[in-house]
């Protein structure tokens, strides 16, 4: 079956050090790959998107790396702040058309 | 401004009684989605509808139904056939296009009594 695995433990890390996540998946063959942000009781945010033909994405201090014979994308923020701290979901494109399945997600703190 | 909005925010039910959380958007999106949320959980798939008058079960539908009868709404029933209702409801809206992302609502959150 599908899976879509994320650290399930926390990460707690300094403030101004790099934070990377990683998104693990099998029995996928997506054609792209999308990060949210989920701050507690409110809905996900978009952040990323990166194809599969795409090794690598950036936006401000994000980048998104797509390696699709590892069947595995790396969520890094640099310089982190503490206003990072949130949980972050990675999400595939399901085959049949453009809904999405979701991993549990991430639990990021940044500490001062 | 546009964007997505669910209401109640907060909802309590008895249990074995049915109710129908509402979602609108106005951001002309031809797709709109059903998920659910447990404490701990990722998002899981209810239903969802990429045109006006057709609809798809999602992972977890069973308990649940769902109409699209204008564009801008898409509301969900929680059936008393569900076992267990309790839980955080999210709406989302994409636009027509493989690659687009999804725009959330602020969510409901249920409690079945």
């Known amino acids: 079956s599908q899976k879509i695995e994320q650290n399930s433990e926390a990460l707690n890390i300094q403030e101004g050090k790099t934070a990377t996540l990683t998104c693990n998946y099998t029995n996928y063959s997506p054609a792209y790959l999308q990060w949210y942000r989920q701050d507690p009781g409110r809905g996900p945010v978009f952040l990323l998107l990166?194809?599969?033909?795409?090794k690598e994405k950036r936006k401000e201090r994000l980048k998104v790396t797509f390696d699709t014979t590892l069947k595995q994308s790396l969520f890094h923020i640099t310089a982190s702040q503490p206003a990072d701290s949130a949980t972050y979901l990675c999400a595939l494109a399901l085959n049949s058309g453009y809904a999405l399945n979701f991993g549990k997600g991430t639990s990021l703190l940044v500490t001062p | 401004d546009g964007g997505i909005t669910q209401s109640p925010k907060y909802l309590f039910r008895k249990e074995g009684q049915n109710v129908t959380l509402s979602c609108e958007q106005n951001l002309n999106h031809d797709a709109m989605y059903w998920y659910r949320q447990d404490p701990g959980q990722g998002l899981r798939l209810i239903y969802y509808?990429?045109?006006?008058?057709?609809?798809q079960k999602g992972d977890i539908a069973e308990g649940y139904s769902v109409s699209r009868e204008k564009k801008e709404s898409f509301p969900l029933t929680v059936t008393s056939a569900q076992k267990n209702p309790t839980a955080f409801y999210l709406c989302?809206?994409?636009?027509?296009?493989?690659?687009?992302?999804?725009?959330f609502g602020p969510g409901t959150r249920l409690t079945v009594l």
């Open positions: 990166i194809r599969e033909n795409e």
């Open positions: 509808s990429q045109i006006v008058n057709d609809f």
């Open positions: 989302a809206s994409t636009s027509s296009g493989r690659y687009n992302e999804q725009f």
